[in-house]
Nanobody, 126 residues
Framework: QLRLVESGGGMVQAGGSMRLACAPS??????MGWFRQAPGKERELVAA????????WYADSVKNRFTISRDNDENTMDLEMTTLKPEDTAVYYC?????????????????????WGQGTQVTVSS
């Protein structure tokens, strides 16, 4: 069964940085994204990237602080998070949109995603 595996979560102080990684088990390249879900809130998409890697999108709440990237040779995707805030505390999930798209397409709606990893906790202390 194909799956996604996140790594890199943990605890950091406000203003710090953290890098998350996602490794899909399959070899087909798909558009991907990073979601987060804080206690009592719905899961929200915070960053997404096309399968070709040239196009990306960010939620306003993380723009200019988070950077999504991917290495298609290794089939991995990362999220570099800087200037972290306590409100960034959440479980972070990577997701895949397994529909066929042009290499520059970036899925920006939650419903476009078809599978997610198990999540990794990010806690930002004040």
């Amino acid at each position: 069964q194909l799956r996604l595996v996140e790594s890199g979560g943990g605890m950091v102080q406000a203003g710090g940085s953290m890098r998350l990684a996602c490794a899909p088990s399959g070899r087909t390249l798909y558009a991907m994204g990073w979601f987060r879900q804080a206690p009592g809130k719905e899961r929200e998409l915070v960053a997404a990237i096309s399968w070709g890697g040239s196009e990306s999108w960010y939620a306003d709440s993380v723009k200019n602080r988070f950077t999504i990237s991917r290495d298609n040779d290794e089939n991995t995707m990362d999220l570099e998070m800087t200037t972290l805030k306590p409100e960034d505390t959440a479980v972070y999930y990577c997701g895949e949109d397994i529909d066929a798209h042009p290499s520059t397409y970036v899925p920006v709606q939650n419903w476009e995603y078809d599978r997610w990893g198990q999540g990794t906790q990010v806690t930002v202390s004040s």
